[in-house]
Structure formats: C-alpha cells, structure tokens
C-alpha cells in the first residue's frame, strides 16, 4: 500500500505506518458519519414537496376541468341568446 511522502515531525525519527482498520471499524465508522446528511435529509423534503405537488395537481385537474366545462357552456349559451 502507498502512504505517500515520509514527512516527519520534528524530533520524530523513525516511520510507521498506520495499520489497515478492519471491516468492524469501517462499518462504525460509516454509521457515526453525519457528513452528507444535510444534503440527504434536503432531498428527501424536495422528494415529499414533489409528490405532494403532483397528488395535488391530479387532484385539482377534475375540479378545473369541470369549471372550464361550466364556463364554455355558459358562454356557449351567452353566444346563442345574443346572436
């Protein structure tokens, strides 16, 4: 494994590599990490407001439909009395 230059301390004259951690190490390292958790927490939220917006949209789309109907009607019946 490399370990890059042997940079030295003052008064330290002798190097020793770090030993490799092992698998248990990693995995707690892993688990006690919060680095990147602000993003993922943000994108979840952005996820939810998605969802939400579109349910939304769905939603509301039969209830605009209906009053693009009502109107054209009534508009329709508006024409036909004043011709």
């Known amino acids: 494994?490399?370990?890059?230059?042997?940079?030295?301390?003052?008064?330290?004259?002798?190097?020793?590599?770090?030993?490799?951690?092992?698998?248990?190490?990693?995995?707690?390292?892993?688990?006690?990490?919060?680095?990147?958790?602000?993003?993922i927490e943000y994108t979840l939220l952005l996820a939810f407001v998605c969802l939400a917006s579109a349910a939304l949209f769905i939603s509301a789309g039969g209830s605009v439909g209906g009053i693009w109907s009502a109107t054209n009607s009534r508009l329709a019946a508006a024409n036909t009395s004043a011709s």
């Open 1 to 39: 494994m490399h370990y890059g230059a042997r940079i030295l301390a003052p008064g330290v004259h002798s190097w020793t590599p770090r030993s490799e951690p092992n698998m248990r190490t990693l995995l707690s390292n892993f688990v006690k990490d919060e680095q990147g958790q602000d993003l």
